[in-house]
Each structure stands twice: as structure tokens, then as C-alpha cells.
């Protein structure tokens, strides 16, 4: 599959110096290698990264969208920008972490584009809970799969999404990163191009706008 087809489902932030240097000191040799490719234009490189990626970046947009054709859509301009632009890939984050920041920009730039022509922007997470470091996945996980249980789970997932599609978008992106996709607070800062304190503030009042939305809900 070409990087130019449909893909199926399947600010500058301040870190420290020392973060940029052991990210590339300690890059594994064929992680190297393998961008040195995607740096020369090899379109076997890049089917590999869309093969890889895709699946991963889908989702993510996908849930700061509600749109299955509009996650498409921004899951191929994704890894076009990122054919693009990756001659200006320096290496001082990891390759993922960079094709996320691409992707939320491109969210980003639809969102701005769909609020100019005064649509609501909407997002759907899988699940939310809103409360300290605990994940937000585990407020639907239910050791019990009777059919009242797997009821009660559609419910509360319901409930979750009318309460996530409140939050504003940098609340969301925080959230969607940290919760679902299983991001450092250090990855997310460098995808959402904010420092490490922004991201934890972020996160923290998009949890707690969650558990007050939801009180008594779940």
C-alpha cells in the first residue's frame, strides 16, 4: 500500500537538553537506520511506517473526531505531511511521537476549519474516569460478563461520551494521549508542543471536569 492511498482502520516545547540527547544517544541502531530511509524517499520505508502506524493514528483521531471518514481522511494527510516534511525530522523525539504531533496538528487545522464554518467540534473517547492517575479505561472494566453488567457498561460508556464531548479540545488532547493511548507525560508534551506542567495542569482539570459531569452517572 502506497503512503498516498486511502488508509484502512487496520511553539517549539522547552525540555531539558539532557531529555533531547539520551533520546538520540539511546535510539536502537535499526530505529536510526530506519529513518535514514524515510529521510531518503524510499517509498518501501514509508509503506512500512503506514503499515505500522496507521492503525494506532486512526484511533487516536477517530476519538478527538467522531467521524470515521474524517479520521480517514486525516490519517492519509498525516503521513503525507509526514513524507513531506521528514528532510526536517532531527531526531530529538521519538519517530511515533513525532507522527502524533502531526496528526494533532491536523486535527487541529480541521477543527479550526469546521469552527470558522460554525459546526460543532466533537470527540469520543472509549471511556473516562476522571479521578488522580488512575486510568480511565478501568472505570468501564467489569470482571462480570453477564448481559447486566455488559448493560450497565454500555450505559456508563454513554454517559462517558456525552460528558467528553463537553471538554475542550486541549483537555481532550490530554486526556485522549495520556488515557488512552498510553503516552509519558514528556511524549505528550512534545506531540502537544507544550512543556511538562502544561500537560499535567491539562489533564488534571480535563479529569476533574470529567468526575463532576459524571457524578452520580456511573
Known amino acids: 500500500m502506497s503512503y498516498v492511498e486511502p488508509i484502512a482502520l487496520s511553539g517549539q516545547i522547552e525540555l531539558e537538553q539532557v531529555a533531547h540527547t539520551s533520546a538520540a544517544e539511546t535510539r536502537p541502531a535499526a530505529q536510526t537506520q530506519f529513518i535514514e530511509r524515510l529521510r531518503r524517499g524510499e517509498a518501501a520505508a514509508f ?11 486512526y484511533g487516536m483521531l477517530y476519538r478527538l473526531t467522531e467521524n470515521a471518514e474524517e479520521a480517514r481522511d ?20 521519538d519517530l511515533r511521537t513525532w507522527i502524533y504531533r502531526i496528526a494533532i496538528n491536523q486535527a487541529r487545522n480541521r477543527w479550526r476549519w469546521w469552527r470558522r464554518r460554525r459546526r460543532e467540534a466533537t470527540v469520543s473517547l472509549d471511556s473516562a474516569n476522571g479521578q488522580g ?3 480511565l479505561q478501568t472505570t468501564l472494566r467489569t470482571s462480570d460478563s453477564s448481559p447486566e453488567q455488559q448493560a450497565l457498561a454500555r450505559e456508563r460508556e454513554t ?60
Open 159 to 218: 454517559a462517558l461520551r456525552s460528558a467528553l464531548r463537553t471538554l475542550s479540545r486541549p483537555y481532550r488532547e490530554a486526556v485522549v494521549l495520556r488515557d488512552i493511548e498510553g503516552f509519558s507525560y514528556e511524549e505528550i508534551a512534545v506531540a502537544l508542543e507544550v512543556n511538562v506542567g502544561t500537560v499535567k495542569s491539562r489533564l488534571s482539570r480535563g479529569r476533574e471536569e470529567l468526575r463532576r459531569k459524571l457524578e452520580g452517572s456511573l
Open 47 to 57: 509503506e512500512k511506517l503506514v503499515a505500522e502506524r496507521s492503525g494506532e493514528i
Open 74 to 93: 486525516l490519517t492519509q494527510e498525516t503521513f503525507l505531511r509526514a513524507f513531506q516534511s521528514i528532510a526536517t525530522f532531527r531526531g530529538d523525539a
Open 133 to 135: 492517575e488512575q486510568p
